[in-house]
């Protein structure tokens, strides 16, 4: 293992870089990968962004997004090209490397690894990584290795719109994983002067019409409240994606507002697709949704937000996850924060 010091000193001299991230790339993932872009070009070197797979429009304004390399079956040359030249690798957002399309010849590649990363049960491949779990995001530790190079003062409008990118994106607007420190890093970032109006409009502004046609009508005729169990379930068939002309990654977001309602403890989104039932499952306080979704729908994931999948039909799942209520009632049947809330009333 490289300590920073040695990383220091190859990064003091032109080097041959490339920056790669997860499959289905997300904000933090692109935005802390051109981020790096941003910091590394000031020292000199040559530097390519390689995204695994295509990534959403929406995060398609971000500066230098006109640079990235898509590894695509077009393209599979271009990216063994630049991983064959390359002196250092950057391995951003995924730690794992089956995560990324082309992770087997990140393996097999001659160059430095230096991984970053955020997430849990990290592989053990690079020869320089920040691994931090705690960290709100891939972006915050970007940051943070600005920050032990000694670089800050590199710090610019780029860098900064793509690290609030990240950051944003990975915290759900700041709702969770936030500490001081990421705020702290965040008024960092808005000393860049940053466009926030700019940013926010293309992170989360950013819906079709169809798209919220399907989400009001998945909250007006398709969101049973069972109130005894403070439990919210959504679901929505396949004719309701082609009535709206939507995709299934149209309802990104849509189990959310199922734990908007006062009180609310548990909520799932359930989806038909063409083989097989999708479910998104959220919850708050202690209730666990991992273990839920492990022992009863083939999934997991985190306490508080997970999925599963179901082979019995739209309906017959439904009523499965409804029977499934009362097994859970110790847990379920007190409404979160409500205590405090009816002493107010
Ligand atoms: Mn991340």
Request: glycine content about 6%.
């Amino acid at each position: 293992m490289m300590e920073l010091d040695k990383l220091k000193v190859l990064l003091s001299s032109p080097q041959k870089i490339s920056i790669t991230m997860h499959d289905r790339p997300d904000g933090d993932a692109i935005g802390s990968s051109l981020a790096l872009y941003h910091y590394l070009i000031q020292g000199g070197h040559e530097v390519s962004v390689i995204a695994p797979t295509a990534y959403p429009i929406f995060l398609q304004f971000l500066p230098a997004n006109n640079l990235v390399t898509l590894h695509s079956d077009a393209n599979l040359e271009a990216t063994t090209t630049i991983l064959n030249n390359s002196t250092i690798i950057f391995i951003l957002d995924f730690s794992a490397l089956r995560r990324n399309a082309f992770g087997t010849q990140i393996g097999e590649a001659k160059a430095k690894k230096v991984m970053i990363d955020h997430h849990l049960d990290p592989e053990d491949f690079a020869d320089f990584s920040l691994w931090d779990t705690k960290a709100s995001s891939t972006g915050e530790l970007i940051y943070r290795l600005i920050d032990m190079l000694g670089d800050k003062h590199l710090l610019n409008q780029d860098i900064a719109t793509c690290l609030y990118t990240a950051i944003c994106s990975d915290t759900g607007r700041f709702k969770y994983n936030t500490n001081p420190n990421v705020l702290r890093i965040t008024a960092d970032l808005l000393e860049q002067n940053i466009d926030l109006d700019v940013i926010n409009s293309f992170l989360f502004d950013n819906y079709s019409f169809n798209r919220l046609l399907l989400m009001g009508y998945a909250i007006s005729e398709r969101l049973i409240w069972i109130e005894e169990y403070n439990t919210a379930i959504i679901y929505l068939a396949i004719s309701d994606f082609r009535r709206f002309n939507c995709e299934s990654g149209d309802t990104e977001g849509l189990v959310n507002f199922a734990l908007n309602i006062l009180g609310v403890k548990f909520a799932a989104l359930v989806k038909e697709a063409p083989d097989m039932i999708k479910i998104s499952f959220r919850s708050k306080g202690d209730f666990s949704v991992k273990d839920l979704a492990n022992k009863h729908f083939n999934g997991g994931g985190h306490k508080n937000a997970s999925g599963g999948s179901s082979r019995l039909g739209l309906h017959p799942t439904l009523d499965k996850i409804k029977s499934l209520l009362p097994k859970y009632a110790d847990e379920l049947q007190q409404p979160y924060i409500t205590a405090l809330v009816k002493e107010k009333k």
